[in-house]
């Protein structure tokens, strides 16, 4: 059977203001990500959401992008959400607590009334466990910090039902070990740690949450794109994408993940598949084809 050809967008930009100006109603049937994480991480660009906001801010700011996920996925659409917890100190004394942005996070979207929740993964990032920093009051109780290295991903549903064709179904399935391994509650599956993007997670992650939630030829959406890694499980899945990252200097990641390089053949010229990046600072757009 032949490949059908795809589209991949890729926005720079505000994750809020791209899907408010560039991504229709009802348009997109998945959305996986991995928000960026409060307080930890300096992406590096003025309007990251997370390095320099307080926990009220960070979560303000979810909030939105939030909606308008809700707003662009079509019914019956899907949500995967992957967060971790973070430590940090308060203020006031000279310790670690965790910040409890899983469960934050899992209840902001569960307010939501056009979405219903449908379960949890808990992924277990089995490299990190290794090297895992033992502080806490090692070794002696009672100040035994609980370890961050299993992240929970939470799975919703946009209410509503759709109707997809016997061909597409056939063309989408999972076989029946897949089927067993996906809907395990615990995936084991090793951290990205050689990868460029310091917070960027392995490509099977996007790749069994695409096959589960998504059928050829559907749309996946990435608003927290980094590395590019949600994109490169929908290409080689036949589903289309839509990527949103807030820092320019990513592209380079993203190129060399995708393996793709510039083209200036038309649009109408290229099959396959082709990357179209358009920076929403210069207004300026490049297209991406394969090697
Ligand atoms: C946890 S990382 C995602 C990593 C990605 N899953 C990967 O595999 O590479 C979160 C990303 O969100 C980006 N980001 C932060 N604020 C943003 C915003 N306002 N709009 C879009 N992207 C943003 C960061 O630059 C970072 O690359």
């Known amino acids: 059977m ?74 019956d659409g899907k949500i995967a959400l992957n967060i971790g917890n973070i430590y940090y100190s308060e203020p006031d ?18 307010k939501f009334d056009e979405i219903r929740f449908m379960g949890t993964i ?6 990190s466990r290794e090297g895992a920093v033992l502080f806490g009051s090692y070794p002696y109780p009672s100040n035994f910090m609980i370890s961050n290295a299993v992240e929970p991903i939470f799975i919703f549903r946009k209410r509503g039902n759709r109707v997809v064709s016997q061909e597409v179904k056939e063309r989408s399935k999972v076989s029946l070990a897949e089927f067993r391994d996906f809907r395990d509650a615990l995936w084991q599956i090793n951290g990205a740690a050689s990868d460029k993007h310091t917070a960027a997670f392995p490509v099977e992650i996007p790749r069994r949450l695409t096959m589960m939630y998504s059928f050829v030829g559907d749309t996946v959406l990435d ?4 590395s590019g890694t949600t994109t490169k499980a929908a290409l080689a899945l036949e589903r289309n994408s839509i990527g949103i990252e807030i820092k320019p200097a990513f592209l380079e990641y ?7 390089s510039q083209t200036n053949r038309s649009l109408q010229e290229l099959d396959g598949f082709r990357v179209e990046i358009f920076n929403t600072e210069t207004g300026e757009t490049k297209v991406y084809m394969s090697g």
Not at 21 to 50: A, C, F, K
Not at 93 to 110: D, F, I, V
Not at 122 to 127: G, I, L, M, V
Request: proline share 5%.
């Open 2 to 75: 032949r490949n059908i050809a795809t589209t991949h967008k890729i926005f720079f930009g505000d994750a809020r203001k791209v899907l408010q100006q560039y991504v229709g109603d009802e348009s997109v049937q998945l959305m996986v990500t991995s928000p960026p994480y409060w307080n930890v991480r300096d992406y590096g660009h003025p309007g990251q959401i997370g390095f320099n906001d307080t926990l009220e801010e960070y979560f303000f700011k979810l909030d939105e992008v939030w909606k308008e996920v809700v707003r662009v996925l079509l019914p």
């Open 93 to 110: 004394e000279n310790r670690r607590t965790t910040a409890n942005l899983t469960l934050r996070l899992c209840e902001q979207l569960n």
């Open 122 to 127: 808990y992924w277990q990032k089995t490299t």
């Open 223 to 226: 608003p927290f794109l980094g």
């Open 254 to 260: 993203i190129r060399e993940k995708l393996n793709i």
